[in-house]
């Protein structure tokens, strides 16, 4: 069942009965080659936790829509209070749901992330903070070979979130065995073996996670 949403990214806030959870799913960009080119990757303070710093214009999206998905999640948590809540984003949807994520966290509501091609959102206590929190489970999903998930690099200030779930197979049909489970600290973006079409394939070649051409919306 589908609830009301949001901004200038495409969004949606569900309520799934079969997993009895409150899902929200943000797509990536539309056009992620332009968003990469004219990517700032400036830091500001945020308040998720102590010392953490966040990518100027993520957080400005965040905080455009958290007021909506506040509301919208509060209300179905009122009426359905036993339902887990997920958020969920592919590129920059991800780096969207990963910092909603982390405002629920810190406030103390309980909440799973999943992210898939997401880039990094963060210093590294902001990092730190996602990756460790008892108030939720956190998988950020990757290609070995998307590009977007690999940056912002470090030497701009920005960690990583552990662990990482690094895909090695470009495949519809990823087995458990095609996944590396992976704690880093080190790893830096490689100028080498990039490839876009890693970033638009996690479900499958032509799938709602590709990003596209056209304008942001949200469903309603």
């Not at 969920?88 to 991800?94: I, N, P, Q």
């Given at each position: 069942?589908?609830s009301?949403i949001?901004?200038d990214?495409?969004?949606?806030v569900?309520?799934?009965?079969?997993?009895?959870?409150?899902v929200?799913?943000?797509?990536?960009?539309?056009s992620?080659?332009?968003?990469?080119?004219?990517?700032?990757f400036?830091?500001?303070t945020?308040?998720f936790c102590?010392?953490c710093?966040s990518?100027?214009?993520f957080?400005?999206?965040?905080?455009?829509?958290?007021p909506r998905?506040?509301?919208?999640?509060?209300?179905?948590?009122?009426?359905?209070?036993?339902?887990g809540?997920v958020f969920?984003?592919?590129?920059?949807?991800?780096a969207?749901?990963?910092?909603?994520?982390?405002?629920?966290?810190?406030?103390?509501?309980?909440?799973?992330?999943?992210?898939?091609?997401?880039?990094?959102?963060?210093?590294?206590?902001?990092?730190?903070f996602?990756?460790?929190?008892a108030?939720g489970?956190?998988?950020?999903?990757?290609?070995k070979?998307?590009?977007?998930?690999r940056?912002?690099?470090?030497?701009?200030?920005?960690?990583?979130?552990?662990p990482?779930?690094?895909?090695?197979v470009t495949?519809?049909n990823?087995?458990a065995?095609?996944?590396?489970?992976?704690?880093?600290t080190?790893k830096?973006?490689n100028?080498?073996?990039?490839?876009?079409?890693?970033h638009?394939?996690?479900?499958?070649?032509?799938?709602i996670?590709?990003?596209?051409?056209?304008?942001?919306?949200?469903k309603?």
């Open positions: 069942m589908y009301s949001l901004t990214a495409t969004g949606i569900a309520r799934d009965d079969s997993t009895r959870n409150i929200i799913a943000i797509r990536g960009s539309q992620v080659r332009n968003w990469i080119a004219n990517a700032a400036s830091l500001r945020a308040t102590s010392g710093k990518h100027t214009g957080l400005a999206s965040a905080q455009e829509v958290l998905v506040r509301a919208t999640v509060n209300s179905l948590k009122q009426q359905y209070p036993n339902y809540i969920t984003g592919h590129s920059f949807g991800g969207l749901a990963t910092l909603l994520a982390a405002d629920f966290r810190s406030r103390g509501q309980r909440a799973d992330l999943f992210t898939y091609g997401a880039p990094r959102v963060g210093n590294q206590a902001l990092s730190d996602i990756g460790n929190s108030l489970r956190t998988f950020r999903v990757h290609h070979e998307d590009p977007v998930s940056i912002p690099p470090k030497i701009l200030g920005y960690g990583y979130i552990n990482e779930y690094r895909i090695k495949s519809a990823t087995q065995s095609d996944i590396e489970v992976i704690q880093t080190t830096e973006i100028l080498f073996n990039l490839n876009f079409d890693d638009g394939y996690y479900l499958g070649p032509t799938d996670s590709a990003c596209g051409d056209g304008q942001f919306e949200w309603v």
